[in-house]
């Protein structure tokens, strides 16, 4: 047993008590919490990006939480699709059926995310997009985002909230096409390119 010299204060190591929180990698995090998309469907998109602090760096300890219509534009009202096991209550998966539009997912070691969900659909005059929620070491408050996809442009330039917003604020808001059904989106929480963070009241 490693014996902890208390008497000298730069000898103690930092526990949560001492270190800017929250914490978000205890109980949160859950198997497949990226796979929305029900299994084999037709219009499933993979997002995947990083999370960067204002210097550029990767947050290895990031949450991100999606939620998207339905191809259709309607927003789901499925309950979860979460199965337990009934004798042992342990986590069992998503049943891969149903759709909820709901996901959380955590950044890798390298600050990387990715989740499978289906492609959204428009909802009033807004261009298709995904809502997003991020969670992040030093945040007191999450941060609220979207998520539009590239390819429409003139839903995207009718879009009432793109359209407020000077041209390379509004493209921190835009998904970058990388082809067979992927999009990367990157979320920089503040410096130059941050992303455009919502604030609702």
Avoid: K
């Avoid at 985002?145 to 041209?167: C, F, H, K, M």
């Amino acid at each position: 047993m490693t014996r902890i010299d208390t008497s000298r204060p730069e000898s103690v190591p930092p526990t949560p008590s001492h270190t800017v929180g929250p914490f978000y990698g205890y109980a949160l995090p859950f198997p497949g919490g990226g796979d929305i998309a029900p299994v084999g469907h037709p219009d499933t998109i993979t997002l995947q990006g990083y999370v960067l602090d204002g210097e550029g760096n990767p947050l290895p300890d990031a949450f991100v939480e999606l939620w998207g219509p339905d191809p259709e534009g309607t927003v789901p009202t499925t309950d979860g699709s979460i199965r337990r096991d009934p004798a042992t209550g342990g986590y069992l998966g998503r049943n891969g059926v149903e759709f909820t539009g709901w996901g959380r997912v955590q950044t890798d070691a390298n600050g990387h995310w990715y989740a499978r969900t289906l492609r959204p659909g428009a909802r009033g005059r807004s261009a298709p997009y995904i809502s997003a929620c991020v969670f992040a070491r030093g945040l007191l408050m999450h941060l609220f985002t979207r998520i539009y996809l590239p390819g429409d442009e003139a839903a995207l330039a009718a879009d009432p909230l793109l359209a407020q917003l000077e041209p390379e604020r509004r493209d921190t808001l835009i998904a970058v096409d990388g082809g067979n059904g992927t999009y990367r989106f990157d979320i920089r929480l503040q410096g130059e390119g941050e992303t455009v963070f919502l604030e609702f009241r």
